[in-house]
């Protein structure tokens, strides 16, 4: 049970490219995340999914776009990285519905150049 | 949500409870109290939570006031790999999705 896993780890992209982030999880959770974690902040919420087939922004969305390919699987693309979306991006799942506990994979370290 | 506030930074000696204070003195009677904590490097690992009663798990206590505006999280024999940032979250229940709102949490730092 690998729980929620991100690749690649890390990336290193010129301004103007464009890639996506994988994220897959195996708890069988209806509800993924994506988060983006700036030095000396909190985690921000970039796009969510609270169930297979539906996807809606969160706090700062703008220069992303998100594909909830299956339910195991929520991917994160960047179509022409800017040097201010290097970051750390976080995936998550949860089992969604009340209190539900949020999982979080091990982060993808990006540089825009 | 409710707005938390927690210290900055805090030492604890290993060995000795660590003792994590919050105030949530805006919470409401729905939202319950989430502790999760970041190790440099990694992502958040979700700790305990909690709605009116004190919670016990394999990894901390958490300790609501019974007006519900303050919570504790200990740690009853911090380890140097405790060592990290601790977030203090209230969230509504029963919202049909969820997320979570991160502050910038205690710095707590467990020393030899």
């Known amino acids: 049970n690998a729980g929620v896993t991100q690749t690649p780890k890390f990336q290193v992209l010129k301004t103007g490219q464009s890639m996506t982030l994988q994220c897959a999880q195996d708890m069988n959770h209806n509800s993924m995340y994506w988060y983006r974690q700036d030095p000396g902040m909190g985690l921000r919420l970039i796009y969510y999914s609270a169930s297979e087939g539906t996807t809606d922004k969160g706090e700062v969305p703008n220069g992303y776009n998100v594909s909830r390919l299956n339910k195991r699987e929520f991917s994160l693309r960047l179509e022409s990285a800017a040097p201010s979306q290097t970051s750390v991006y976080f995936c998550?799942?949860?089992?969604?519905?009340?209190?539900?506990?949020?999982?979080f994979g091990p982060g993808t370290r990006l540089t825009v150049l | 949500d409710a707005k938390t506030t927690q210290p900055t930074s805090m030492d604890c000696a290993e060995g000795r409870a660590a003792n994590l204070p919050c105030n949530h003195s805006?919470?409401?009677?729905?939202?319950?109290v989430y502790w999760y904590r970041q190790i440099h490097s990694q992502g958040p690992q979700y700790i305990i939570h909690g709605l009116k009663n004190n919670e016990t798990n394999e990894m901390a206590s958490l300790i609501i006031t019974e007006d519900r505006k303050s919570s504790t999280l200990i740690l009853p024999h911090a380890t140097l790999r405790d060592t990290a940032v601790y977030y203090c979250i209230v969230r509504p229940m029963n919202s049909g999705y969820s997320t979570l709102t991160f502050g910038k949490g205690t710095m707590l730092l467990v020393s030899p």
């Open positions: 805006t919470i409401s009677g729905n939202e319950y």
């Open positions: 998550a799942s949860s089992l969604a519905g009340g209190p539900d506990t949020q999982y």
